[in-house]
């Protein structure tokens, strides 16, 4: 089954992240690829939309955030874009005050999440407002900090703007907090789709001194079941897990239970809500530098001791 590339780009407000857009776009029409592009805008009225060639199919979120008020349109958005066309990738540029841990739960629905191959987060960083960071308020210096620590690929934008001495001490503290995240500094943001693929590329390289780094930094693993598991068992499971794992959501059958129930976990704590009808039995798991094969060979164990 063809899956499509997923990429998000995030970065705070003013950074540059639709400069960037519009430069992958430019490129990826001159490879022949089909791709889409979901914005979301914190306002009820499009900036960036008339940006986009008229080529490129364009869904847009207003009025909130896809990491808080708007999962469910997100996910009807997404569903309709995989629906209508046949993509190659598409490109997610999140608001400014996005947080990516967030932002993945949002996109990776169980429903179609098997149909996804999530590439990584570009991150672009604002040279200027990273060098004045102290100005910001303590909550804004976090979300940069966080927006910086789980990127696979940051811009270091605006390097025009700093002085080659300002640049290389920004690139030494934005190193500190992700060292193991590939760093370019731009101008306008311009960057190669060679260059952006570097972040999963790399991953096969283990040969190599110089890679980039082993895994992408949050990981979206996606497991279909087969059937039906324990919850006794389910649940030691989920207590032996490490604190890496941020959220996980799907549809789980179990054995004392005719009917699915809808499954969702975040910050070490589970929820389940029993439903009326047959769903996908599909879990989504997001963390940071997970182990995948270890994960679902457990998972799997759970199914098999369940026939026992």
């Known amino acids: 089954m063809k899956t499509t590339e997923v990429y998000i780009l995030g970065g705070f407000l003013g950074s540059g ?85 967030e932002v993945l739960d949002g996109i990776m629905s169980p429903f179609f999440a098997n149909k996804l191959e999530y590439k990584g987060i570009i991150t672009v960083v604002d040279l200027l407002r990273w060098r004045d960071r102290e100005q910001l308020s303590p909550q804004l210096r976090q979300l940069l900090s966080e927006q910086i620590h789980h990127a696979d690929f940051i811009l270091l934008n ?93 549809y789980l059958s179990f054995t004392h239970s005719q009917h699915p129930y809808l499954f969702q976990y975040s910050y070490g704590m589970p929820l389940y809500m029993n439903e009326m009808i047959k769903m996908p039995l599909n879990i989504v798991i997001i963390g940071e530098k997970l182990d995948k094969e270890k994960i679902i060979n457990e998972l799997k164990a759970l199914e098999v001791k369940a026939t026992i």
């Open 17 to 101: 992240k639709t400069t960037l857009l519009r430069n992958i776009l430019k490129q990826e029409s001159e490879a022949g690829r089909k791709v889409a592009v979901l914005l979301n805008e914190l306002g009820s009225v499009s900036v960036d939309s008339g940006l986009i060639g008229d080529d490129v199919p364009l869904k847009e979120l207003f009025d909130g955030c896809i990491c808080c008020t708007l999962q469910d349109k997100l996910e009807i958005q997404l569903q309709e874009l995989l629906t209508e066309n046949d993509l190659d990738a598409v490109y997610i540029e999140t608001t400014g005050a996005a947080h990516p841990v």
């Open 158 to 250: 605006k390097a025009d703007l700093v002085s080659e001495m300002e640049a290389s001490q920004l690139i030494y503290s934005i190193q500190g907090l992700n060292p193991e995240a590939v760093c370019l500094l731009t101008e306008y943001a311009a960057v190669s789709i060679g260059s952006l693929q570097q972040m999963h590329r790399n991953q096969h390289k283990n040969h190599q001194k110089l890679e980039v780094h082993s895994h992408l930094h949050l990981s979206a693993i996606v497991h279909t079941f087969t059937g039906t598991i324990n919850q006794t068992d389910f649940e030691d499971w989920l207590r032996a897990l490490p604190e890496t794992v941020y959220r996980m959501k799907g």
